[in-house]
């Protein structure tokens, strides 16, 4: 096979070729030359091939590159800021809580995980491993899938370490397991102060309250992880934490807001099913304001619920049920107050009328509901008379038990006449008849403007959400007719709901200065800074100073007054003042009232007012203002020593049993005491600032001029025989039963069938205004 | 026997395979950096696990090349069957699995693939083979013995280690070494032709059967329409792909690669032409095509000078490993055909490859030095 080559195959080697044994042969040759050839036509044809995928889909697979990349983002939950009282007490927070998510893909990357996976899984949080497994078999590719939901850090610590490098625990094998943070909504004192908290949403929404109406301020931002791209068209990858949400210090005083929900309970728990199925009333409900700067102390309503568990049907029980629009539904007859759901009707409920209760339930009858406030309106209408200068003070009235007012006999709570009355015993009694002629000597004009001056029919615009918009629910003076006018005057004819009522109230007493109701006075950062401060604030000035004073001294003579009708108000040891209120619902004699009781304390320099209002009451007379009146004095017992307000009146031996009764249960300790030089005062009845006259001083002395004016009137009611049950005075002629505070026919109906409420009939009838559907 | 002592060294074919490694390793480092890191939390992992095989097999090639090749000569039986012992060892308990796949054995804490063994020991069996019976060959009878005697070692490696990729390589060395060493074309044109046939058959089969039966099946599919797999078999292919047509003509430049950020699964093996098209665009991609087609081209040129037929055969087998490996990655990474685990030798991750490349390249460099001029 020795064969010389031919030197144009090899022309790039140097040198000629020698005599080897076996060489290459030509054909040798040629042959591989011919594989280089197919080789580099192979290289070419790839070439060519990828040519041809950058030009003809270059452009699609880039697009294709860029949107698979991870712009993705995750959320990082944030933090709701606190909600905590006036002493810094939490009444809700937020806490992490952590979500069990499976990774099957991961975990099944490697054989070894399973196992051992499966047993940590089993030993920290005893899942059944049977299903896991099945799951993970039957979804091998799943890379998320919730195992547990809001599990707390202790709860999973334990796995964590087990995953964590460096602790004694860890385990390698144990993959495709991740936790998920989130937070959620904690309340520690349950139902405390639930109307004014609200609550959130899953999702950290707030839902009535200042959870709703803080909602900005009490979220924070989300933060979050994503990618972009940059110029170059680089996938990068950024982390922007989250901003945790503002905190809340409120006004409400923890252990006030606790004492007045204690005495509401303790109202329906005494009045429950008494003359029906059901709470002790359709609503009861108590704001306690400091009458100097319109902090709102306490605020509470009965039904309540606990925030931990808004959707308990329980709470609903006992409840007067609401139709889709939220009004309360009607019984067959008039005189029913209202139909109250049973364990059979909550049963029955389809899920949209759950909600529609829980509705009812959640929203905030301090400031959601209106109402016709009835006799608590006329210090009002002494004060814009006074005001004014359409009377002095010192007028006498004649009461027949009636007016003749447009037609229509208006009368008196005591249609036996009250006699001669005075502007302060009209206040005193809660004579309709004075308060009709005051309101005629103020005239249409003056008393619509001055309603509005009080605020009536405006929002007060407390830092709450869901309060009533009241708006139309008065009389403007064009509309007002001598009737509207007459019957205004004793609080009937127009709604109003009470935070308005007590905002007002309070600028009565305090020397005219109308302060805006609020309930949040700091919003801090989650380090604890003050970022804002709520200041009190002066809206305007209602009456003066002078009218003020004369005022307080009217409402002191309710309490403190012989024929007071809110003596039953007054607490062991103090001297407080206020109004009382009986009133009617529509349709008019419909037997079904509002009682209520407003009041300030102490009586001679108000530090706070307490208004409480008792919606449709669970007795066959609704029409008892002493029941709210005991409601207030319960909670005054214990709140005034609970507020350091000295005691100023000598304790008989059955309030000092109650008082050392109360000390024992009391959720907070009395501490004030009784001063001596006070005590000798009160004593004598005389309880008096030295600029007070004396017809201020002892409530129920008459003045000169008064006493001169009246005569010796003796009401005619109090010669009738009490039924020794009740207490009550029987008028022998008809049997109607007379209230012996007060003098008022009790189920008696004062107006005229054909007074009409201001705005819709219906909304004002059935006192309930929804704001949500 | 030549005129002058043997000196000769080819310096041209040094400098391309060093500039293929070092390029190979940049290239290793940047397409696997990011998963090593989250893989093993250190990013130079499949680097330094490229390296230490690399620098020595640097040091066997230059130690090979001073040897003389003559004793390959007189082992072709010893090489045939030890390299058949080695890949039966995979079954032993020597035997030792990554990602699935049972493919290597552990000797003294180094992991070896045998096929890689196979594929050196075929190319030195069958150059004796061919030198010990010219005549033989050239008989219908001996051209199918040829071929017969690889089955054996393609059944083993196929059979064992489940690599029909290698089973493949082995085969095409031994048709091409055969293809130069024998007359005539009509038989090795008739035989690729009937292949191509039998493929084309198949793959008819295959697209109207649709997916069942046998895995390879799916993957012929996902070549046919890897976008229609696109989550499943086509993935790695499509991902590829969309590498290749995302560079452009000069790419985004060294390390910008998307694709390996998790994309393109184990990118530093088969599928690190598609990062280096992506990075390096079609300029950088042709490049490398034209160094591996000049490495050829010396490898020629030295078979055509080599001081004996057996050192030519050497050298021809060599380039037939070489060429079939680079052009049947390319193909794979175009989808030009269907997906087999094929490396890109000197620049994919694999340590007994680069080693045994090497070696090859020793041998090659061997025979250069012998030439006489």
């Not at chain 1, 016709?372 to 027949?400: H, R």
């Not at chain 1, 309101?439 to 407390?462: P, R």
């Not at chain 1, 007071?564 to 009617?584: D, H």
């Not at chain 1, 201020?696 to 009611?717: C, H, P, Q, V």
Request: proline residues 4%.
């Amino acid at each position: 096979m020795r064969k010389e080559q031919g030197n144009q195959q090899r022309p790039r080697v140097r040198g000629t070729r020698g005599n080897v044994a076996q060489r290459f042969t030509n054909r040798m040759s040629r042959k591989l030359l011919l594989l280089f050839a197919l080789i580099t036509a192979a290289f070419a044809g790839l070439m060519v091939r990828l040519v041809l995928i950058n030009r003809n889909n270059g452009e699609e697979y880039e697009r294709q590159v860029l949107s698979q990349q991870r712009y993705d983002s995750t959320t990082l939950p944030y933090r709701r800021g606190e909600i905590q009282d006036a002493g810094g007490t939490v009444l809700a927070y937020s806490e992490k809580v952590y979500n069990v998510i499976l990774d099957a893909k991961g975990l099944l990357y490697s054989e070894d995980y399973l196992e051992p996976t499966l047993e940590a899984l089993r030993k920290c949080f005893n899942f059944d491993t049977a299903q896991i497994r099945r799951y993970i078999s039957d979804n091998p590719t799943s890379q998320y899938y919730t195992l547990a939901k809001q599990l707390t850090w202790d709860e999973i610590s334990d796995f964590r370490d087990i995953q964590t490098v460096g602790s004694n625990t860890y385990d390698p094998n144990v993959k495709g397991i991740w936790f998920e943070e989130n937070y959620i909504r904690r309340y520690p004192n349950g139902s405390m102060a639930c109307d004014v908290i609200g609550f959130t949403t899953s999702d950290n929404n707030g839902l009535y309250g200042l959870e709703e109406y803080y909602n900005d301020v009490l979220s924070g931002t989300t933060g979050r992880e994503y990618g972009y791209l940059d110029e170059d068209s680089n996938l990068e990858r950024t982390t922007i934490p989250a901003t945790d949400g503002n905190n809340l210090v409120t006004t409400i005083d923890g252990n006030l807001q606790s004492i007045v929900e204690k005495y509401l309970a303790k109202f329906n728990e005494d009045n429950k099913n008494a003359a029906r199925f059901g709470n002790g009333a359709n609503n009861v409900g108590c704001i306690i304001m400091d009458v100097h700067n319109g902090d709102v102390l306490a605020m509470a309503s009965y039904p309540k619920f606990d925030l931990n568990d808004p959707r308990n049907p329980e709470n609903l029980i006992g409840m007067a049920s609401v139709d889709e629009k939220g009004n309360r539904r009607k019984g067959d007859s008039i005189f029913e107050s209202g139909i109250y759901i049973t364990e059979d009707m909550l049963n029955e409920m389809t899920s949209e009328e759950l909600y529609q209760n829980y509705n009812a339930l959640w929203r905030n009858f301090c400031i959601s509901d209106t109402y016709e406030p009835g006799s608590v309106a006329k210090p009002f209408t002494v004060a814009t008379g006074l005001e004014n200068g359409c009377i002095t003070g010192n007028e006498v009235y004649q009461c027949n038990g009636y007016l003749e007012v447009g037609g229509w006999d208006i009368k008196c709570h005591n249609v036996y006449g009250d006699g001669p009355v005075s502007v302060g015993r009209g206040i005193e009694i809660s004579c309709n008849v004075a308060m009709m002629k005051i309101g005629q000597a103020i005239g249409n004009d003056i008393f619509a403007k001055f309603q509005s001056i009080f605020g009536f029919g405006l929002k007060t615009n407390v830092d709450l959400a869901g309060e009533s918009r009241t708006e139309g629910l008065t009389y403007t003076a064009e509309q007002m007719g001598p009737t509207e006018l007459a019957t205004g005057t004793f609080g009937q004819g127009f709604n109003v709901d009470m935070i308005e009522m007590i905002s007002a109230f309070c600028s009565l007493i305090n020397g005219g200065y109308f302060y805006e109701p609020h309930v949040v006075k700091r919003i801090t950062n989650s380090s604890g800074a003050t970022v804002r401060n709520i200041e009190p604030r002066v809206l305007r000035q209602t009456i003066s100073s002078s009218t003020s004073e004369k005022i307080v001294e009217y409402c002191n003579r309710v309490v403190a007054g012989e024929e007071g009708t809110g003596k039953k108000a007054r607490p062991a040891g103090y001297m407080i003042g206020g109004k009382t209120g009986t009133a009617q619902t529509i349709p008019r004699g419909n037997r079904q009232y509002v009682v209520s009781f407003m009041g300030y304390a102490p009586a001679k320099d108000p530090q706070i007012a307490i208004y409480v209002v008792i919606d449709r009451l669970n007795n066959y007379q609704q029409d008892q203002a002493a029941y709210a009146c005991r409601i207030a004095r319960n909670i005054l017992t214990e709140a005034l020593p609970y507020l350091n307000i000295p005691m100023t009146e000598e304790l008989s031996d059955q309030e000092r049993a109650e008082l050392e009764e109360l000390r024992k249960e009391a959720v907070t300790p009395l501490i004030a005491e009784v001063t001596g030089e006070d005590g000798e005062n009160a004593e004598n009845g005389e309880g008096t600032g030295e600029e007070e006259t004396a017809e201020a001083a002892g409530g129920g002395d008459l003045t000169a001029a008064e006493a001169e004016a009246m005569g010796t009137y003796e009401a005619k009611w109090k010669s009738f025989s009490r039924d020794p049950d009740t207490g009550f005075y029987v008028d022998p002629k008809n049997g109607n039963m007379i209230d012996p505070d007060t003098g008022a026919v009790l189920g008696g109906d004062t107006l005229p069938e054909q007074a009409l409420v201001a705005g819709n009939g219906n909304n004002a009838s059935g006192l309930w205004e929804p704001q949500t559907p | 026997m030549g005129s002058r002592k043997d000196n000769y060294m080819d310096y041209s074919l040094i400098f391309i395979v060093l500039f293929l490694l070092a390029f190979g390793l940049v290239m290793l480092y940047s397409t696997s950096a990011y998963e090593a890191g989250i893989q093993f939390g250190d990013s130079t992992y499949y680097f330094r696990h490229q390296l230490i095989p690399t620098l020595a097999g640097v040091i066997v090639m230059f130690v090979l090349s001073f040897l003389p090749y003559g004793w390959l000569q007189k082992i072709p039986w010893l090489a045939y069957g030890a390299a058949l012992f080695l890949v039966v060892l995979v079954k032993s308990p020597l035997g030792w699995s990554a990602n699935g796949a049972n493919r290597w054995i552990r000797i003294f804490g180094i992991s070896i693939q045998p096929a890689e063994v196979a594929k050196v020991a075929m190319i030195i069996f069958l150059a004796s083979f061919i030198i010990n019976n010219r005549k033989f060959i050239e008989t219908p009878k001996g051209f199918w013995v040829v071929l017969a005697s690889t089955v054996p070692m393609c059944l083993a490696v196929y059979g064992i280690t489940r690599n029909l990729s290698s089973a493949v390589i082995i085969f095409g060395i031994a048709f091409l070494m055969l293809f130069v060493a024998t007359k005539g074309y009509l038989r090795f044109f008739a035989l690729l032709g009937f292949g191509l046939v039998a493929v084309f058959g198949i793959v008819t089969y295959v697209q109207k059967a649709g997916s069942q039966g046998n895995f390879r099946f799916g993957r012929i599919l996902a070549w046919l329409d890897p976008e229609a797999y696109a989550s499943g078999k086509g993935f790695q292919t499509l991902q590829s792909l969309y590498a290749i047509g995302s560079g452009g003509l000069f790419g985004k430049g060294l390390g910008e690669s998307m694709q390996k950020l998790g994309f393109i699964p184990e990118a530093q093996n088969d599928m690190i032409f598609s990062i280096i098209c992506e990075e390096l665009g079609l300029f950088g991609a042709f490049s490398v095509m034209l160094m591996f087609l000049l490495l050829l081209w010396r490898m020629m040129i030295i078979a055509l000078n080599a001081p004996d037929l057996y050192g030519a055969m050497l050298v021809v087998g060599v380039m037939g490993h070489l060429s079939i490996q680079v052009i049947l990655n390319i193909a794979v990474v175009t989808n030009t055909i269907p997906n087999t685990g094929i490396t890109l030798p000197f620049i994919s991750y694999g340590g007994s490859a680069v080693l045994l490349l090497l070696a090859e390249v020793g041998i090659v460099l061997s025979v250069a030095r012998r030439i006489v001029y």
